[in-house]
């Protein structure tokens, strides 16, 4: 998996522009020459910019048609071959997005694209293109003192730690789209499609964070949804299933599909039925997944949250269900009420 060190990381270029909601005809403001920013400020802006990137998902360019086709691509492209023409081709990008910003629910707010270099990637040192969108101001006091007291005065600022979207383009792999890291505060909402999908235009790199994260969210959207119309399954069984499916990549360092659909589903019938929801799912959604990968316990470690191992019984129990299957029976009884009975040694 790639590896990025930005400990040596220096700033080249900067420039920020002002971005409107083209919905909302707020027009743009662009600049039309960098930035001013002393040393102890850059420190705090570097930490900015930082601090909420993750290096669990890589993300490429790509386009339906021809790659060079993708226009912020082509952009990034110049600005690595030619940085004397940097304010023009950031302007260019600032364009881009207006045009891409027309969600009544997309905010205004400043665009910062800056030029690094001495990025380590995988040991070798490059340069990097960062964009990066500040759309939430928050109030901050300043305490100043005078002669005899002092004057407390408020002014609006953006959090260190809450940059809203960004992204960070590694000078590598030219050739395949390069290599991006995302942020997006907003990601799972309507209107955050716009900055992955419509402005960047980019899709995840295939691999295997990519392949973990998206193999164990295939299993539990077939445990969870489609094995209960398919089969008559208890909601115990449903559950050991979705346990015995993080077991297994928490246990082993590499998959492999034959081995985990016969230790998870057991069943033939239910590894068939496996088998075709996941053909039509990767085809619906555009994956592409091998046979075989290298597991990621970043991605385990992430999934493993959100697999829920619980059972409720109506308003006034939950019962959690960790380990072995044996040790929980359900019935009914001469009342028709429903029950659970669970064998246990001791209780904690």
Known sequence: MTNVDFTELEIQNLITHWIGNKMREEGIDLSKKESVIDDETKHHLLNYFLLPVKQEEF?????SVKLEMNEVYTVIKEIFTDTNSFVDLSQNLAKLLY???????VKEGKLNICLFSN????GDFTDAVGIFKSETDVPFLKMKQGQSNFNIEHEYGFEIKG??????????EEENGYRLLIIDKANRTAE??????DFLNVKPVSNEYHQTNEFLSITKNYITKELPKEFEVARPDQIDMLNRS???FKTNESFDKQTFQEEVFQDKGVIDSFRTFQDVYQQENDIQMGESFDISKTAVKKQARIFKSVIKLDKNFHIYVHGNRELIE???????????????????
């Open 59 to 63: 993300y490429s360019f790509v386009h």
């Open 99 to 105: 045009e891409q910003s027309i969600h009544p629910k």
């Open 119 to 122: 990025v380590c990637v995988d």
């Open 246 to 248: 993080v077991e297994y």
């Open 163 to 172: 940059i809203d979207k960004g992204c960070i383009i590694l000078n590598t």
């Open 330 to 348: 359900q019935g009914v009884d001469d009342n028709g009420k429903k029950y659970y009975k669970i064998y246990y040694d001791e209780e904690k």
């Open 192 to 197: 955050a499609q716009y900055w992955k999908d």
